[in-house]
């Protein structure tokens, strides 16, 4: 088999039928594939009308909400593949985005893993769809907005690479776990997700762990897809949603920096770190 099509649902009946039912329109011709919805625990019909609606479908129905990176370990571990598509249940696929993607990385070895063109509903570029690896400094760029005030610059613009071209392939460090499209042989080396990341941060940490074992991380603009963000998930104000991402930013600087720097940036980042998440958990309060 060439493709398994990774998805993870948590009460979002109606993105993902119509993630899956994307798929199911493109353009596959001559592709052999298989879809795995991994369900999290949703608990509000949506397994059973995917069920009804996709019978192809093979859904994995967990009894708790394992959170992103363990589920989407349980449907890889089922897999059968060549290659694995990690793809968020609230995203589209256009026509030719699978067997396009399919082609470029067979023809490419190097690549460890292959992200595409990301465009929000508005039609804009999801910028985080090619980042660089988040460095203390260039995350405290993004957080003071500097990036945006200065797109061109190199120095400040880091982050999420806003001086490259989004019509441009190129090597990059890091792209997102909306589509991540990994060979099968690349994960037998680099292993799967870090469970660790309950959600947020896992497909930074998997384009790190890839890129130290020598292979490449590749954008290619040529095939995209649509993104309607933060739409899945277990909702964008539930207070654990707002937890995991700034906690995730600490399990990565613990995993992969806490020895490249010294003990007052190793404080700082965990400080302000920690700052950020109270005043956004506050702000959140606030809303209700």
């Known amino acids: 088999m060439d493709l398994s099509i990774i998805i993870v649902n948590y009460k979002t ?95 490419h070895k190097h690549i460890g893993a292959l992200g595409c063109k990301i465009l929000l509903p508005s039609g804009k570029l999801d910028p985080a769809c090619k980042r660089s690896f988040p460095t ?9 907005n500097l990036d945006m005030a200065f797109p061109e610059s190199t120095r400040f613009g880091a982050y999420n690479l806003t001086y490259v071209d989004e019509n441009k392939t190129c090597s990059i460090d890091c792209i997102m776990g909306a589509f991540m499209l990994v060979p099968r042989a690349v994960i037998d080396v680099v292993g799967m997700l870090d469970e660790d990341f309950f959600m947020y941060g896992e497909d930074i940490d998997w384009c790190y762990r890839i890129k130290q074992a020598g292979y490449q991380i590749i954008y290619y603009p040529e095939v995209r897809i649509f993104h309607h963000k933060k739409a899945s998930g277990i909702g964008k104000r539930n207070p654990k949603v707002i937890a995991a991402f700034y906690d995730s930013m600490i399990i990565f600087y613990n995993k992969h920096y806490q020895h490249k720097y010294n003990g007052l940036t190793r404080w700082a980042v965990t400080s302000g770190t920690t700052i950020l998440k109270k005043m956004a958990l506050a702000k959140n309060k606030r809303r209700k």
């Open 13 to 107: 009946e109606e993105l993902t039928s119509n993630c899956i039912d994307s798929i199911i329109k493109s353009n596959t011709k001559g592709l052999s594939y298989e879809i795995i919805l991994v369900d999290n625990a949703s608990e509000d019909g949506s397994v059973e009308a995917i069920k009804m609606r996709f019978p192809e479908v093979e859904v994995i129905e967990n009894h708790e909400n394992l959170g992103f990176s363990k589920a989407n370990n349980i449907g890889m571990e089922v897999s059968k593949g060549e290659f694995l598509l990690l793809l968020n249940s609230d995203t589209i696929v256009e026509l030719n985005t699978l067997k396009g993607a399919i082609a470029f990385i067979s023809d």
């Open 136 to 144: 203390p400094l260039n995350g405290l760029y993004h957080s003071l």
